[in-house]
Each structure stands twice: as structure tokens, then as C-alpha cells.
């Protein structure tokens, strides 16, 4: 249950951030989400051998951060909940690849240590980033900004709609541990036998709930179209903050600012 409140209280947290006042936030969605794009393009893009090339991608998420007033914190504690299923997807990388790349004193380092760590330090700078931008924006920002982009309605609504049912379903899961608590006096979660009615109960509860939120929604007048409060106004700030940050992906893309950055500090540069 314990769990459960957490992972409420950190949705309420991300929407919390989003409705902050900073220069971050006063991004139009439409130049954050295509940033946020080009980044993800960016990031991917790379051989899955590699690493340390990776590094000057952080700045992007960082600079979020700090300039939307997101705490590192928060960031790092919601990554390590989704970091062991990126472990996961990477660990059997080693045992495929054996080929040694380089050794380091005696120890030879093979292709698939370093595709696993490719593969974890794309995770967090994409996940950072996605989390940045949404603790910056917000989920119906990004929404309006990928509306404005030309992403079909269906698809913008359907994200949203699913983004505001995750708070239906966890508050129904709490409810139900919580009657199960009460009834039972055991400690600890529930034994695994009950899992199954329980599931499908809150599953029926969840439904019940959706359908009466959705007879709500038609009586205010839901057409299917979510309306934004505010019109999006694209300005000189916003066309600064997409081709800045695009002229920083493709410069690190194609220059490797480690390996220069590295060379500068020990004059290696002619």
C-alpha cells in the first residue's frame, strides 16, 4: 500500500512542478516537445557501443532542471523506480558479447559491457529528459504541444485521458488493500492467492468509476476535443530554445565533445 501512495504522491508531485512560473516553463510545449524530439533522436542515433560521446547530452535535461526548479532529487528517485527494467533489458548484453574492445591494465573490457553501459546511460538521459519536460510542462502541455506538432487528435486525447486514469486506477487499488487491511488485521501485502479476485475486483471498480467520470465529462459538453484555457503564442524565445538546443544536439552529434573537451584539458590540441 505503501507503494501505491508513493507513486500517487509522485503524479500529484510531477503536476505540482509543472504548474511552477520559471523561464523553463514559459516555453511554448510545441518548441519543448520538439526539442525533446530531437534530443531523443539524437541520443539513439549513436553506435550501441557508445559511451563517454553520450556525456554532453546531460546538459539538456540538467538545464531543464535547474532553470524549471525541478529538484535532482525527485528526478533521481523516480529513475531508480524504472531503472532496474532498463538493467534488465541490458544485463544478458555481456554473455552475447564476448569480443574484447581495449584493455584496461590487465582487465579486457568486451563490446558487451559497453553496449550495457550504452544502454543504461541512454536510459537516463532520455528518461531525465522525459521527466524534465514533463515536470516543466506538464502532461496536458505536452499534450497542446503535440496537438500543435500535428499528432493525430485520437492519439493526443488517448494519452491524456490515460494520463488521468492512472489516478482512478491507483486510487482504486488503494481502496481495495485498504478494505482488505482492515478486514483481514494481517501485515504485509496481501497473499498471492487473493491477487486474482482482488484484481479482477478492482478492475469492475475502475471501470464503474471511468464510466461515471465519462458521464461527467459528456454533461459539461466532451466532444472528444481537449480545449486549451490559454492560445499557444510561438515567439522569438521559443524559435531560440528549439534551434539553440537542435544546433547543440547535431554539433555533439557529429563532433565528439568528450573526446575535444578531454584533449583540451591536457593540451593535446594542436
Not at 173 to 194: M, Y
Amino acid at each position: 500500500m505503501a507503494d501505491l501512495q508513493r507513486a500517487l504522491l509522485g503524479l500529484g508531485r510531477l503536476d505540482e512542478l509543472a504548474r511552477g512560473e520559471s523561464p523553463v516553463h514559459r516555453i511554448d510545449p510545441r518548441a519543448k516537445v520538439a526539442t525533446g524530439l530531437f534530443f531523443a533522436a539524437a541520443v539513439v542515433s549513436f553506435d550501441r557501443t557508445t559511451v563517454a560521446a553520450l556525456m554532453p547530452y546531460a546538459f539538456f535535461p540538467v538545464y531543464l532542471a535547474r532553470r524549471g526548479g525541478v529538484p535532482i532529487g525527485f528526478l533521481a528517485r523516480r529513475l531508480a523506480v524504472a531503472m532496474p527494467f532498463a538493467l534488465a533489458v541490458a544485463l544478458p548484453n555481456p554473455f552475447f558479447d564476448r569480443a574484447e574492445v581495449f584493455r584496461v591494465g590487465p582487465v579486457g573490457v568486451t563490446g558487451g559491457w559497453l553496449s550495457l553501459a550504452s544502454v543504461m546511460v541512454r536510459f537516463v538521459l532520455t528518461a531525465g529528459a522525459a521527466l524534465a519536460l514533463a515536470a516543466t510542462t506538464g502532461i496536458s502541455g505536452i499534450c497542446r504541444g503535440l496537438a500543435g506538432l500535428g499528432v493525430p487528435r485520437a492519439v493526443v486525447t488517448q494519452l491524456l485521458l490515460l494520463y488521468r486514469y492512472l489516478f482512478v486506477l491507483l486510487e482504486e487499488g488503494l481502496r481495495t488493500l485498504r478494505a482488505w487491511r482492515l478486514r483481514s488485521f494481517a501485515p504485509g501485502p496481501p497473499p498471492l492467492r487473493l491477487f486474482v479476485p482482488m484484481a479482477g475486483r478492482l478492475l469492475l471498480r475502475t471501470l464503474d468509476r471511468s464510466g461515471r467520470l465519462h458521464m461527467a465529462m459528456l454533461a459539461r459538453g466532451f466532444d472528444g476535443r481537449v480545449h486549451a484555457v490559454r492560445p499557444l503564442r510561438f515567439g522569438p524565445r521559443d524559435v531560440a530554445f528549439l534551434a539553440g538546443w537542435t544546433f547543440f544536439f547535431a554539433a555533439a552529434r557529429w563532433v565528439d565533445l568528450s573526446a575535444w573537451l578531454g584533449r583540451l584539458a591536457t593540451g593535446g590540441l594542436p
